[in-house]
């Protein structure tokens, strides 16, 4: 019998209690929509002030390199929009709802494209449908635009760190059970 190597690191002991903690921080997110909102607007805008302080340091440190004017305008472009969403962040929740719902749209397409280039794979159907609901999505998000921009972002990002933490404790489970299923073929063969 020949032995697989585990893809998991061995030490993932924490990993169900993580999982655990996501599932719960997701459940709270899409019950509480509005608040996960306001979170994720100003997460947004602390990594855009984060990044335009960055981008101001690499261009003091690189001035020699050239375009030194253009990296200062760029990161002053990120610090000023940062600050702009912490002081007007139900303008922010409005825009960036607007640009998610945009570039799900965008993508919807693309997907589409890329599943019809695909035709002639077997399997080129599970993209043609990523694509339609991707697409379905962005629809949504856009046709319902402004009225939906209090919830919709918490909403999403809820789902998407339930599911991180869902597939967290499936993965610990599965890493288990093939665990102690080796440990049952090696006592059987000993």
Known sequence: MTS??????KNINGSPWIGALLIVLGVIAIALPVVSTIFVETWAAVILISAGAAKLVYAFQSREAGGFL??????????ATGIMLFIYPSTGILTLTLLLGSFLLTEGVFELILAFRLRPQSNWTWVLGDGIITLV??????????????????????????????????????????????????????
Request: aromatic share 12%.
């Open 4 to 9: 697989t190597t585990p893809i998991l690191p």
């Open 70 to 79: 253009w990296k200062v305008l760029l990161s002053i472009l990120y610090i």
């Open 137 to 190: 999505l962005g629809a949504m998000i856009w046709f319902q635009w402004p009225f939906n921009a209090p919830w919709v972002l918490g909403t999403l990002v809820g789902a998407s760190v339930l599911f991180t933490g869902v597939s967290r404790v499936m993965l610990t489970v599965k890493r288990k059970i093939d665990q102690n299923a080796n440990q049952s073929d090696q006592a059987a063969s000993a």
